[in-house]
């Protein structure tokens, strides 16, 4: 699935909830998965207890498309995919994202079914045989760091967002978790965006959906892979 290289990884994001701090997407037909499979991909360092968090929120003009993947009050991964009609897949993980450790996170969509890996390891799953095309275009910008209204915002670290248009099953994100991808010009893997956050918030995929830092989020050096990093539990 990755053509991965050496770590050159430098820098994450610190996003301070007290500031509501979160960075907005450019709405664009590349981050929706529309019928096709899909997945998303990062690496996060949790800072709070027992609050709801989101790390990405996304949705459409068409009222109940959404995408979203959070962390519980009860610290375990929730996510959301659901179409138009609300046929949707709802549900949390049951791994413990402990604060102050980084972990690598994927969301998935094959099919009508959804999946989650920490760590490379399937974390939480569901299925609705009912779910349709999800057009997530036409109506707010996409968020990281917060829900798709800019609140629910996170605190603590989040780097190396990866978006492609294709399920990537938990085996192959674990073989490329700690690496950059190794070219934006992979097809393999039908990058739709790649946000590395190495001193800026440029779109690694070649799609040009350059971030936009809302409230004044910063760079760090403790990153989850590479030197000096911070590694996984």
């Not at 989650?116 to 910008?141: K, R, W």
């Not at 989040?158 to 085996?171: L, M, N, Q, S, T």
């Not at 995929?205 to 760079?219: C, D, E, I, L, P």
Request: net charge negative; with cysteine.
């Amino acid at each position: 699935y990755f053509h991965a290289r050496a770590s050159r990884n430098q820098n994450a994001m610190d996003f301070e909830a007290n500031s509501t701090q979160y960075l907005s997407l450019t709405d664009s037909a590349e981050l929706s998965p529309g019928a096709s499979d899909w997945t998303l991909q990062m690496h996060l360092r949790y800072e709070s207890n027992n609050v709801a968090r989101f790390a990405f929120d996304n949705y459409g003009s068409v009222a109940n498309n959404q995408i979203y993947l959070a962390i519980n009050a009860a610290g375990n991964i929730a996510f959301k995919v659901a179409d138009a009609q609300d046929d949707k897949v709802e549900s949390s993980g049951t791994a413990r994202i402990e604060p102050g450790t980084w972990y690598n996170i994927s969301l998935s969509k094959r099919g009508t079914n959804v999946y989650t890996c920490v760590n490379g390891e399937l974390d939480g799953s569901g299925s609705n045989s009912l779910m349709g095309a999800i057009t997530l275009t036409g109506s707010v910008t996409p968020k990281i760091g917060a829900n798709a209204d800019g609140a629910a915002s996170w605190d603590g670290m989040i780097d190396e967002v990866r978006i492609y248009r294709g399920a990537i099953p938990c085996d192959a994100i674990k073989g490329a978790m700690r690496r950059e991808l190794g070219t934006s010009t992979d097809t393999s893997i039908n990058l739709q965006g790649y946000w590395k956050f190495n001193d800026d918030l440029t779109d690694s995929s070649g799609k040009g959906n350059t971030a936009t830092n809302n409230n004044s989020a910063v760079f760090t050096t403790e990153i989850p892979f590479g030197r000096g990093s911070f590694m996984f539990q």
